[in-house]
Nanobody, 125 residues
Framework: QVQLVESGGGLVQAGDSLRLSCAASGRTFSSYSMAWFRQAPGKEREFVAGITRNGGSTYFADSAKGQFTISRDNAKTTVFLQMNSLKPEDTAVYYC??????????????????WGQGTQVTVSS
C-alpha cells in the first residue's frame, strides 16, 4: 500500500509556471506507475500525465503535451508535475495516483488504486 500527499498548488496568473510534488510513503514506490489527474468544477476527473515505474516512459493528454512535464525520483519517492504557460482552463484540483500496472500507463481513473487528497491550482486571467 502507498499513501500520497500532493503539494505545490496555488493561485497564479496566466503564463506562470507551477511545480506540483507528490510525496509517497512506502517502500514499494518504485513498483508503481504514477499519474496526475485533474478535476475542474462540474467536470469529470481527467488524466493529465503518467510515468512508468522506472521513469522510462511518459504519456500526456493532448491538453498537456508541450506544456506539462512529469518526472519522478524513486530515491525520494516523489513524482513531479512541471506546468508551464498556465492558462485559466488549467484551473482544477490536481491529484496524483499510483497504479500497480508498473510498466504501463493507464489513462482511466479506475486503473489507479491509490490517490492523494489533491491540491488546488487556480490560474487567473
Amino acid at each position: 500500500q502507498v499513501q500520497l500527499v500532493e503539494s505545490g498548488g496555488g493561485l497564479v496568473q496566466a503564463g506562470d509556471s507551477l511545480r506540483l510534488s507528490c510525496a509517497a510513503s512506502g517502500r514499494t514506490f518504485s513498483s508503481y506507475s504514477m499519474a496526475w489527474f485533474r478535476q475542474a468544477p462540474g467536470k469529470e476527473r481527467e488524466f493529465v500525465a503518467g510515468i512508468t515505474r522506472n521513469g522510462g516512459s511518459t504519456y500526456f493528454a493532448d491538453s498537456a503535451k508541450g506544456q506539462f512535464t512529469i518526472s519522478r525520483d524513486n530515491a525520494k519517492t516523489t513524482v513531479f508535475l512541471q506546468m508551464n504557460s498556465l492558462k485559466p482552463e488549467d484551473t482544477a484540483v490536481y491529484y496524483c495516483a499510483a497504479s500497480v500496472l508498473g510498466l504501463r500507463i493507464g489513462v482511466r481513473a479506475t486503473e489507479y488504486a491509490y490517490w492523494g487528497q489533491g491540491t488546488q491550482v487556480t490560474v487567473s486571467s
